[in-house]
């Protein structure tokens, strides 16, 4: 299979490797989200899974098995797998945030109600529950709904942690290792399992997925501050306003004197924001080193993705996945 020129994102590269497999994955999302009694579900999940997301965790899971010589169908049902837990979670995240935009689009709950996000993500958590299954191995059973609690678990701690200026840098990983890490995590070692490969490739690749998501996810709440507007669908300035305690805002609160902490205090903590607050907590962020300190870790974990992949056989998709690591940080580079 060769790769178009073209292709000059590695996310557009591995779509463009990964096409048939993608295409099977998508036909089986398609076919397992309907539901013979009750319509709204297919309505709203087609309106999240077809509203032009990457794919990324996915094709992590096709190109891991891939990469390891599996030439089977379970990765493609391990691939519907992992999205229908991804957008259950995201059904589930908009509610809780209160979220009105998603991928540039009204959320489901904001179109329909948050009853029907809360109850079609908990369809897509039994489907994807029952499509594991399919694949008769009980150690992908085991990756995935650990995987599925560590998500639980992390949004919850997220509730309590978010707005709370004694929340640490541990605290944070913490939320980020089940908001993000965790899937991206599982999603590449279930490749590794189904395709039979040796467990020295399959720890190597649950390593890279755990370290790839650590790096999107800070790079993701490093944009928030100096990301172009659009980047990953972000607008500056979006976590301030909804009063997220991201990595760069812990960071400068620990070193804030006590004029500085009393206005973390009332735009984070209390919610009082007002005009020039983000202006000024983008010059506190600058002041503290909070941002490039912020992106040294992004970077360190970028490079944790690509030694993990040193272990793996050399195939163009590891290639690809190592490129995919660098494209994730050079967004802030």
Not at 111 to 134: C, H, I, P, T
Not at 137 to 161: D, H, K, P, W, Y
Request: aromatic share 6%; charged share 25%.
């Amino acid at each position: 299979m060769t790769v178009a020129d073209t292709a000059t994102k590695p996310h557009d590269r591995l779509r463009e490797y990964l096409a048939e497999d993608l295409q099977a994955v998508n036909a089986l999302i398609r076919t397992r989200m309907a539901s013979e009694h009750a319509p709204r579900i297919p309505e709203v999940t087609a309106h999240l899974v077809e509203a032009g997301g990457k794919r990324i965790r996915p094709m992590m899971t096709l190109a891991a098995a891939r990469l390891c010589g599996y030439e089977g169908a379970y990765h493609q049902v391990l691939a519907a797998t992992v999205e229908f837990i991804h957008t259950a979670t995201l059904l589930h995240d908009d509610v809780v945030d209160e979220s009105a935009q998603r991928r540039g689009r009204p959320t489901a709950n904001l179109l329909w109600d948050n009853k029907s996000s809360v109850l079609v993500g908990d369809y897509l958590f039994a489907r994807s529950f029952q499509l594991m299954v399919e694949c008769g191995s009980l150690r992908v059973m085991e990756i995935l709904s650990n995987a599925s609690a560590t998500i639980a678990e992390g949004e919850v701690l997220q509730l309590t942690a978010a707005q709370n200026l004694a929340t640490g840098e541990d605290i944070y990983r913490q939320v980020i290792k089940g908001k993000t890490a965790a899937l991206f995590e599982a999603a590449t070692e279930v490749g590794g399992v189904i395709a039979g490969a040796p467990e020295a490739q399959v720890t190597a690749l649950a390593r890279y997925g755990d370290a790839l998501g650590m790096s999107f996810q800070i790079v993701d709440d490093l944009l928030d501050y100096g990301g172009a507007s659009g980047a990953m669908g972000k607008n500056t300035g979006d976590d301030f306003r909804e009063r997220k305690l991201t990595l760069p805002v812990i960071k400068a609160v620990a070193k804030a004197d006590g004029e500085e902490r009393a206005f973390w205090l009332r735009t984070i903590e209390k919610g009082r924001q007002e005009d020039g607050d983000l202006d000024h907590a983008m010059a506190l962020l600058k002041r503290h080193g909070a941002l490039e300190e912020t992106r040294e870790e992004a970077l360190q974990y970028r490079d944790q993705a690509k030694a993990a992949l040193a272990e793996l056989p050399n195939h163009p998709l590891r290639d690809m996945l190592s490129d995919l690591a660098d494209y994730v940080v050079a967004r802030v580079t």
